[in-house]
C-alpha cells in the first residue's frame, strides 16, 4: 500500500508538469490569435485610412471647383482624423501582442495574414473530441490519480488495523539458574494488534473513505467543467465559421455598394455623407471579419 502511494505521488507530480505545460500552450496560442487578428485590423484599418485620404482629396477638389459645399470638406476631414486615430490604436494593439507573443513563445514569430487562410476542418464527430479531451485532459489525469490515491490510503490504514502474526523458535543450551541443564527448544506463535487509542484506526478508515469519496466527486466535476469547455469551443468554432461566412460575404456587397455610390456621388445622385457612412460600414466589415477568423482559427 505504501509503495502504492509513493508511485500515485509520482504520478501526480509529472501531471502537475503537464497541466502548467498545458496552460503555457493555451496562453501562447491565445497570444498568438491575438497577435495576428490584430494585424489584420491594423492592414483593414490601413486600407481604411488610404480610402479617407482618397476620399478627402477628392472632395477638397470638388469644394475648390466648386462642385462641392464646404462642409463636406469639414465632414471628410474629421473621419480622416477619426481613421488615423483608430488606426494608431490598432497599431498600438499590434505592438502589445507581438510583443507578449515573443515573451510567452521565447521567439520573434512570423505572422501572416489571416486574410484568405481556410478554415479549419470540420469535427464531424464532437463525441470523439469530447472522449480525446477527457482521456488526454492532466487535470482529469490528476484527479483520477488522487481518487487513486485516496483508495491507497484506505488500503494503508486497513493494513495498519490488520492483526500482525508471528512465529518464534527458540534452542536454549545451558541455563544460569539448573547446572547441567539439558538443551530446551521453544515454539511462540503470537499475536498482536494496533488499534490505537480508543480504536482510532477505525476512524482513520471512515476518514480516508470519506476523502476517497470527496476525490470521487471532484473527478466528477473536472469531468463535467471539461465536457462544458468542449462543447462551448465547438459551439463557437460552429458559430465563427458562419459568421466568418457571413462577413466575407458582406464585405463583397459593401465594396461593391461603396463604388456604386461613389459614382452615383459623381453623378449628383447621393450624398457624400452617404459616400462617407458606406465608407465607414466598409472599414467596420474589414475589422469585424479579421476577429472572427481570428476566433475561429483560435
Not at 128 to 133: D, R
Not at 260 to 288: C, G, I, P, V, Y
Amino acid at each position: 500500500a505504501n509503495l502504492s502511494r509513493a508511485q500515485l505521488r509520482e504520478a501526480i507530480q509529472r501531471l502537475d508538469d503537464d497541466a502548467l505545460r498545458l496552460a503555457l500552450a493555451l496562453r501562447v496560442v491565445q497570444a498568438w490569435s491575438d497577435a495576428v487578428s490584430a494585424q489584420s485590423s491594423v492592414r483593414a484599418h490601413e486600407l481604411n485610412h488610404r480610402t479617407h485620404l482618397r476620399l478627402f482629396a477628392m472632395v477638397e477638389r470638388r469644394v475648390q471647383a466648386g462642385a462641392s459645399a464646404p462642409s463636406d470638406l469639414d465632414l471628410a476631414q474629421s473621419r480622416l482624423h477619426s481613421a488615423s486615430a483608430e488606426l494608431e490604436t490598432a497599431r498600438l494593439r499590434q505592438e502589445t501582442a507581438r510583443n507578449n507573443l515573443t515573451l510567452l513563445a521565447g521567439r520573434p514569430s512570423e505572422l501572416q495574414s489571416l486574410h484568405g487562410v481556410p478554415p479549419p476542418p470540420a469535427i464531424d464527430e464532437p463525441q470523439s473530441a469530447l472522449g480525446q479531451a477527457l482521456e488526454r485532459n492532466p487535470q482529469i489525469g490528476k484527479a483520477e490519480a488522487q481518487w487513486r490515491l485516496a483508495g491507497a490510503e484506505i488500503a494503508t490504514v486497513q493494513a495498519s488495523a490488520m492483526p500482525e502474526v508471528y512465529l518464534r523458535v527458540e534452542r536454549q543450551s545451558g541455563s544460569y539458574g539448573y547446572p547441567n541443564a539439558r538443551p530446551q527448544s521453544r515454539v511462540f506463535l503470537g499475536l498482536s494488534t494496533a488499534f490505537g487509542a480508543g480504536l482510532s484506526n477505525l476512524s482513520d478508515i471512515e476518514a480516508a473513505r470519506a476523502e476517497q469519496r470527496a476525490a470521487e466527486q471532484e473527478l466528477q466535476s473536472q469531468r463535467l467543467s471539461l465536457e462544458e469547455q468542449v462543447r462551448t469551443d465547438l459551439f463557437l468554432l460552429d458559430a465563427s465559421t458562419r459568421r466568418r461566412a457571413l462577413l466575407e460575404q458582406a464585405r463583397r456587397v459593401n465594396e461593391e455598394v461603396s463604388s456604386s455610390w461613389e459614382r452615383q456621388f459623381l453623378a449628383d445622385r447621393k450624398q457624400w455623407q452617404d459616400l462617407m457612412n458606406s465608407a465607414r460600414d466598409q472599414a467596420m466589415t474589414d475589422t469585424q471579419l479579421a476577429d472572427a477568423i481570428g476566433s475561429q482559427q483560435l
